[in-house]
C-alpha cells in the first residue's frame, strides 16, 4: 500500500517536473512568439481633426490614421485606434492606455515633460480664420477679441497671450468655427490644414495670409518606452524613403494647383 502510494506520488512528481522542465520552455518560446505576433499597436487620437483625422462612417480616417496603420504594419503588428478628447491623448500615452498619440500633435517644450516625441513627419502652421469683412487683417489685430480655439491645443496656448484677448475653448475645432459663423466670436486660431477643410464649405469666412506660427507634428510616446520610439522612428523612416508617407499624405491634401 504504502510502496503503491510512494510511486504513484513520485511517478505525479516526475510527470509535473518534466511538464515543467520541458515543456516550460516550449511553452513560453511559442507564448512570446505569438505575444510579439498579435501585439496591438494602439493610437490614441481625436479625430475632430481633418485631413490629418476625422470620422467617416463608422470609420476613423485621414493621413495619421493611414501612417500609423502602415507604421503598425511595418512592425509586425496589429492596429487599433482609440478615439478620445484632445487633451487627454498624452495622459493615455504616459499612462500606458495607448502606446502612441497620433493627432496632428505639435511638439512643444511642455510637453516633452510629458512624453517622447518621434521624428517629425508634417510641418504644420497655426492660422487666424475670420469672417470675409472682419476688420481683422493680421494676428497682431486680435488684441481684444474674442477668440475660438480647440481646447488644449497650440492653438489655445497661443490665444493665450494675445493681449486682452477673451479666448472661448471649444471641444471641437469645428465648434469653433460654427461659433464664429454664428457671430459669437471674432476669429478662431487653429492649424492650416484643419482651416482649409473647415472653411471650404462657408463662404461668408475666411483664413488670414499671415501665419501665425510654424510648428512640426509628430508621434507622442511613452518617456519608458524608448524600444517603441526607436521602431516608430525606423518605421517612420521606410515610409517617408519609400514615399508611401507623400502617397497618404497627397490622397488627403490635394495641392493648390488642383
Ligand atoms: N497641432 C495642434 C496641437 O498640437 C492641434 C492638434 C489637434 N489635433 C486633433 N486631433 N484634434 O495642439
Not at 510654424?214 to 508621434?219: H, L, V
Amino acid at each position: 500500500m504504502n510502496m503503491k502510494k510512494l510511486t504513484s506520488m513520485l511517478l505525479i512528481a516526475a510527470c509535473v517536473f518534466s511538464m515543467a522542465a520541458c515543456g516550460s520552455s516550449k511553452d513560453e518560446g511559442s507564448k512570446e512568439e505569438s505575444k510579439e505576433e498579435k501585439k496591438t499597436l494602439v493610437m490614441a487620437t481625436n479625430a475632430e481633426f481633418p485631413p490629418y483625422e476625422f470620422h467617416e462612417g463608422d470609420d476613423i480616417v485621414g493621413i495619421d490614421a493611414e501612417m500609423a496603420a502602415a507604421v503598425a504594419e511595418e512592425l509586425g503588428m496589429d492596429f487599433k485606434i482609440e478615439d478620445m478628447a484632445f487633451d487627454s491623448i498624452i495622459p493615455a500615452v504616459d499612462s500606458g492606455k495607448a502606446d502612441i498619440g497620433v493627432a496632428g500633435m505639435t511638439v512643444t517644450e511642455s510637453r516633452l515633460q510629458n512624453v517622447n516625441f518621434s521624428d517629425t513627419y508634417a510641418k504644420a502652421t497655426q492660422v487666424v480664420i475670420v469672417k470675409e469683412d472682419s476688420d481683422i487683417a493680421g494676428p497682431d489685430a486680435l488684441t481684444g477679441k474674442k477668440v475660438g480655439v480647440q481646447l488644449g491645443t497650440t492653438g489655445d496656448i497661443y490665444a493665450s497671450d494675445i493681449k486682452d484677448a477673451e479666448v472661448e475653448q471649444y471641444n471641437k475645432g469645428f465648434e469653433a468655427v460654427q461659433a464664429l459663423t454664428q457671430g459669437k466670436i471674432d476669429a478662431v486660431v487653429i492649424d492650416g490644414e484643419p482651416a482649409k477643410e473647415f472653411v471650404k464649405d462657408a463662404k461668408e469666412l475666411k483664413i488670414l495670409d499671415e501665419a501665425f506660427t510654424e510648428e512640426e507634428y509628430a508621434i507622442a510616446i511613452a518617456k519608458d518606452n524608448e524600444e517603441l520610439l526607436e521602431k516608430v522612428n525606423g518605421a517612420l523612416a521606410k515610409l517617408k524613403e519609400s514615399g508611401k508617407l507623400d502617397e497618404i499624405v497627397a490622397k488627403y491634401i490635394k495641392s493648390d494647383a488642383e
